[in-house]
């Protein structure tokens, strides 16, 4: 009889917690569902929202581009279109096929991407995902990656991020 509080223990610990999450809101334009883990970083110099999980090798970006502004330039897109672009711009040859999606009812394309980092001499695969939403006015990019030996570990809660997000209605221009 002992050995039954030992196995569900073993039970419990093998299939491992549920991440809690915490709702970011980013200039009362957008928000998402964050683990409570992550922490804000700097990562890139043009995402208005950026959290990375040093420990878990789990990095979050969301880069937010005004369709009227890219029309300024003269750079008209439709989504799957800004989406192979944007994805280009993690990997140059990328040449796939987005998956259309809707996350509530916005229309959103999801791609995984593999890429590499070198460190001091080191390479570590790393497993991106890139889920472009469309509102109206704007394209979001939703960019979340990890090494690729923890992607498994850190796939629900990707998947969670990608899935949560909300355009705020005040916000929305």
């Not at 959290?51 to 979050?60: C, G, M, P, S, T």
């Not at 469309?134 to 969670?160: F, G, I």
Request: aromatic share 10%; glycine share 4%; charged share 25%.
């Amino acid at each position: 009889m002992r050995l039954l509080p030992f196995l569900a223990v073993l039970f419990f610990t093998a299939c491992g917690t549920a991440s809690t999450y915490s709702r970011v809101t980013i200039n009362e334009q957008y928000s998402l569902e964050l683990p409570a883990d992550m922490e804000p970083a700097k990562l890139n110099e043009n995402a208005s929202l950026e959290y990375q999980n040093l420990q878990r090798e789990l990095y979050a970006i969301v880069i937010a581009e005004e369709k009227k502004t890219l029309n300024d330039y003269g750079l008209e897109y439709d989504l799957e279109s800004y989406a192979r672009q944007a994805a280009r711009s993690i990997d140059s040859s990328y040449t796939g096929k987005p998956g259309l999606q809707m996350i509530g009812k916005l229309k959103a394309v999801h791609l995984s991407l593999k890429g590499k980092y070198n460190n001091a001499g080191s390479t570590q695969d790393l497993l991106y995902r890139l889920t472009v939403i469309e509102t109206p006015t704007c394209y979001y990019q939703v960019l979340l990656w990890t090494l690729e030996k923890k992607y498994e570990s850190n796939r629900a809660d990707m998947e969670h991020i990608e899935s949560s997000f909300l355009e705020v209605a005040a916000g929305a221009k």
